[in-house]
């Protein structure tokens, strides 16, 4: 079969569907086959079928011209042996399509010509497809094909990587190993399978840097703090990212990657909320995400104690706060002095004379070392009392020889009081406002008593105490004169008495006329109209 007619057979072949054909062939011609009747009748999967008349057509194959090199074909001579005439031949391949041609006659060509079209023999095309750039975080989307003389084939890596479905699979998916992300590219081949040779056809897949996202450490974040501030980090195959997962709001924003958010109520409540950060200028990579948990500690509980009351002449005030979920506290608030520390739970506060003054003083208690927490305060008021008030009553003057004294002492703010700074007797007791004091004969003779009232049952307040002064005068000092005797025809007697420490006297005794009356200033005289004793009393 000369090329010409191998390339006319082949490409009326090409146009031939019919699978049966029928040729008579001349009993006179010793150079030609008897073949009516043709038929591919093996099953694709039959390794061998016929193996007598199926020659080695690889060996023998040559191009056809015109066909620009997409087709081959090889002449094979049988012999009136091998195939005798007047018998039915059947030629079939066990693996693949196929073509055939057949030509009776002599080498002009002039038998009778018979077709059939398969692609046995048509050149192998693998294609794996062009290079591609992925990103590290996504898989390999093949697209191989294979056409030709065979249709399967399958691929290998010079990786480690996986294939998705499995490596026969022309649009498989690739999975990256980490050693090939490493690497930074791999080369993928696709090979031909079937009864060809073997073609291969490689692509190369280079590995981008995938987005690396970061957000942050788990936080804590105090409950009576306003906010807390993020810090999530972007890099690798993207530089950009965005806040999501919360119900509160971001500040400024939620695309800056160290913003402070600000949780909801709820939120707080709930104990703990998460966030998210996903990049976003992703290029060709997958978007990345991570997330940071926040949980809600208890704020700093400070207690500043009881407001209190005290007396504006007992000043001190004993503070003692307490406070959990700080390490310390600091008092504020006063002009006065802690001691012996302001930085001490348990202190005593002075305050100052103008506080006094003003009537009361707020004084602050404020945590310390609150770690993420605002510092807690809480406030006392320190009221200040009026004091108590004593009055012993005005002083008092009495004469040496009626010294008892009736007291008359009166007490303010305090339920009592009590008399001192006497050696006499107070009657009935030392502890009414208003008893008798009956002075010692010393106390008489020093002319000058002092008495203290002190305020009792004074309640936070000192005691306070007032002092009246009881003054002793001499007793008045009465000379009557000395004795007389006179004649009863002549009872006139002339009087000479004096009276000192009193105002005069007042003559008495006598049943007889005082002239000019009984009441002479000291010194003065009457006349009696008898003779006896006489007595002057002092007026």
């Known amino acids: 079969m000369t090329p010409k007619c191998q390339a006319e057979l082949l490409k009326s072949a090409k146009n031939d569907s019919q699978s049966q054909h029928s040729c008579h062939i001349s009993e006179t011609s010793q150079k030609v086959l008897s073949i009516t009747n043709f038929l591919s009748n093996c099953s694709p999967n039959v390794i061998e079928c016929l193996p007598h008349i199926y020659p080695a057509f690889a060996e023998k194959k040559v191009i056809v011209?015109?066909?620009?090199k997409e087709w081959s074909a090889a002449q094979i001579q049988y012999s009136l042996t091998q195939i005798p005439l007047d018998s039915t031949f059947t030629v079939a391949n066990s693996k693949d399509l196929f073509a055939l041609g057949l030509i009776y006659g002599g080498a002009d060509n002039s038998g009778c010509r018979y077709g059939y079209f398969s692609e046995f023999l048509a050149k192998v095309i693998v294609d794996a497809g062009i290079?591609?750039?992925?990103?590290?975080?996504?898989?390999?989307?093949?697209?191989?094909?294979?056409?030709?003389?065979?249709?399967?084939?399958?691929?290998?890596?010079s990786g480690t990587g996986t294939f998705?479905?499995?490596?026969?699979?022309?649009?498989?998916?690739?999975?990256?190993?980490?050693?090939?992300?490493?690497?930074?590219?791999?080369?993928?081949?696709?090979?031909?399978?079937?009864?060809?040779?073997?073609?291969?056809?490689?692509?190369k897949v280079t590995f981008t840097a995938s987005?690396?996202?970061?957000?942050?450490?788990?936080?804590?974040?105090?409950?009576?703090?306003?906010?807390?501030?993020?810090?999530?980090?972007?890099?690798?195959?993207?530089?950009?990212?965005?806040w999501s997962g919360g119900l509160g709001t971001f500040s400024p924003d939620n695309i800056t990657l160290n913003a402070t958010y600000t949780p909801t109520a709820a939120e707080i409540a709930s104990g703990s909320f998460t966030l998210t950060l996903t990049s976003t200028d992703n290029g060709i990579c997958n978007a990345v995400s991570d997330q940071v948990k926040i949980t809600i500690t208890s704020s700093p509980s400070v207690n500043a104690g009881d407001d209190q009351s005290v007396c504006a002449n007992n000043t001190n005030v004993v503070l003692s706060g307490t406070i959990s979920g700080a390490t310390g506290g600091i008092w504020s608030g006063g002009a006065g002095t802690f001691n012996p520390s302001n930085k001490v739970l348990d202190v005593i506060y002075t305050p100052t004379n103008a506080e006094v003054a003003v009537g009361s003083v707020n004084l602050l208690l404020t945590s310390i070392g609150n770690g993420s927490c605002n510092?807690?305060?809480?406030?006392?008021?320190?009221?200040?009392?009026?004091?108590?008030q004593a009055n012993a009553g005005i002083d008092?003057?009495?004469?040496?020889?009626?010294?008892?004294?009736?007291?008359?002492?009166?007490?303010?703010?305090?339920?009592?009081?009590?008399?001192?700074?006497?050696?006499?007797?107070?009657?009935?007791?030392?502890?009414?406002?208003?008893?008798?004091?009956?002075?010692?004969?010393?106390?008489?003779?020093?002319?000058?008593?002092?008495?203290?009232?002190?305020?009792?049952?004074?309640?936070?307040?000192?005691?306070?105490?007032?002092?009246?002064?009881?003054?002793?005068?001499?007793?008045?000092?009465?000379?009557?004169?000395?004795?007389?005797?006179?004649?009863?025809?002549?009872?006139?007697v002339t009087l000479n008495g004096s009276v000192t420490g009193a105002a005069g006297g007042i003559w008495s005794g006598g049943n007889g006329i005082f002239n000019p009356g009984k009441k002479v200033a000291g010194g003065g005289a009457g006349t009696l109209e008898y003779a006896f004793d006489h007595i002057v009393k002092s007026s």
């Open 396 to 492: 008092q003057t009495v004469c040496s020889n009626n010294t008892n004294t009736t007291l008359n002492g009166s007490v303010l703010r305090a339920t009592g009081g009590q008399w001192t700074g006497g050696l006499g007797l107070f009657t009935p007791s030392n502890k009414i406002l208003n008893p008798v004091y009956t002075p010692t004969q010393g106390e008489i003779l020093n002319g000058k008593i002092s008495l203290i009232l002190t305020t009792t049952g004074n309640g936070k307040c000192n005691a306070t105490s007032d002092t009246m002064n009881i003054s002793c005068t001499p007793s008045p000092k009465v000379e009557a004169g000395v004795n007389q005797t006179v004649c009863a025809n002549n009872p006139a």
């Open 211 to 242: 987005p690396i996202v970061n957000a942050g450490s788990d936080l804590a974040m105090c409950k009576n703090y306003s906010g807390v501030t993020l810090n999530g980090s972007v890099s690798g195959g993207a530089s950009k990212g965005k």
């Open 375 to 388: 510092a807690s305060v809480d406030t006392i008021k320190i009221t200040f009392a009026p004091i108590p």
């Open 131 to 157: 290079d591609q750039k992925v990103c590290a975080n996504d898989s390999v989307q093949l697209n191989g094909s294979i056409s030709g003389g065979v249709s399967t084939g399958i691929w290998t890596t």
């Open 164 to 203: 998705s479905l499995d490596n026969t699979t022309l649009n498989a998916g690739y999975i990256p190993s980490g050693s090939d992300i490493t690497n930074g590219s791999v080369t993928l081949t696709l090979t031909s399978t079937g009864n060809c040779s073997p073609v291969s056809s490689q692509m």
């Open 65 to 68: 011209p015109g066909t620009n």
